[in-house]
């Protein structure tokens, strides 16, 4: 494991107020007290969850923020709201957001100043749609997300994100990039960082797999050069499932 290895899990909209306490009371009791994990919880869960992970190994994520800092805009939620309940990170940029909620990149890069702001650090998500991947553009459709976006940071804000490679056509599809696919992506992201801002820069940015990890290809994902863990949806609501993940980050 180096200083780069974070595990993350995005519940996504799944698990009762019961079950969400249940899993995190069952991770803390795994042995795995080196590891850097990030549970992507709903909004309703992380006051208490925040509070009975304090002092762990376990940060809390929102799963997404508003992009205005406060007023008139009903049902939605804050970053200092987030940053005042306990909220470590927000993941920004989801295939799902942009998909379902047409988030584009300028929004999320709205979202990520407004995040850095109020000092809540960001994971950032892109990826290539199967068509892209097809025709074999992956690397600069990426790139583009990229340069329209997290690229656009300033250093600070940088060195508070983590990045997270997902192909579209793997999230949860049962369908994973090999582990040669996503270490040349994010061979191609780290370089952008490096070119955007500097090789120190590079060398220290998290760069997280998406898309279906699961415990039987964890080791393979996680042992590339340049996957520095993962972002997990599905298998990160089941301890017997993410626990496993995480201990694949510690070898
Ligand atoms: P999955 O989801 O692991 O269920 O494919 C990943 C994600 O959407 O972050």
């Given amino acids: 494991m180096n200083k780069r290895s ?5 519940w996504k909209m799944n698990l009762n107020s019961l079950e969400a306490n249940d899993l995190v009371q069952d991770l803390l009791s795994l042995k795995h007290h080196s590891a850097r994990v990030i549970l992507g919880v709903p909004y309703v869960y992380i006051s208490s969850l925040a ?6 190994n376990i940060e809390i994520a929102a799963q997404n923020c508003h992009h205005k800092e406060k007023g008139a805009y009903t049902g939605e939620i804050s970053v200092n709201m987030l940053k005042s309940i306990g909220t470590d990170y927000v993941i920004l940029g989801h295939s799902e957001r942009r998909e379902y909620f047409g988030e584009d990149e300028a929004l999320i890069l709205e979202k990520m100043q407004m995040a850095h702001q109020a000092g809540l650090k960001v994971i950032y998500c892109c990826g290539e749609p199967l068509s892209v991947r097809e025709a074999g553009e992956q690397n600069d459709y990426v790139e583009q997300q990229l340069r329209n976006s997290l690229l656009k940071l300033d250093k600070e804000q940088m060195q508070n994100t983590i990045i997270a490679y997902e192909p579209i056509w793997a999230i949860g599809t049962g369908k994973t990039a090999s582990a040669d696919q996503a270490q040349d992506m994010h061979k191609h992201i780290r370089q952008l960082v490096n070119n955007q801002f ?5 060398e220290e940015t998290s760069i997280l797999y998406g898309g279906s990890v699961k415990p039987a290809n964890a080791n393979e994902l996680f042992a590339k050069a340049d996957v520095d863990g993962g972002l997990v949806g599905g298998a990160s609501l089941k301890a017997e499932l993410f626990g496993p993940i995480i201990e694949a980050i510690i070898e």
């Fill in 198 to 202: 500097s090789a120190e820069m590079a």
């Fill in 6 to 10: 974070v595990v993350a899990g995005n």
């Fill in 51 to 56: 509070r009975l992970t304090n002092g762990t």
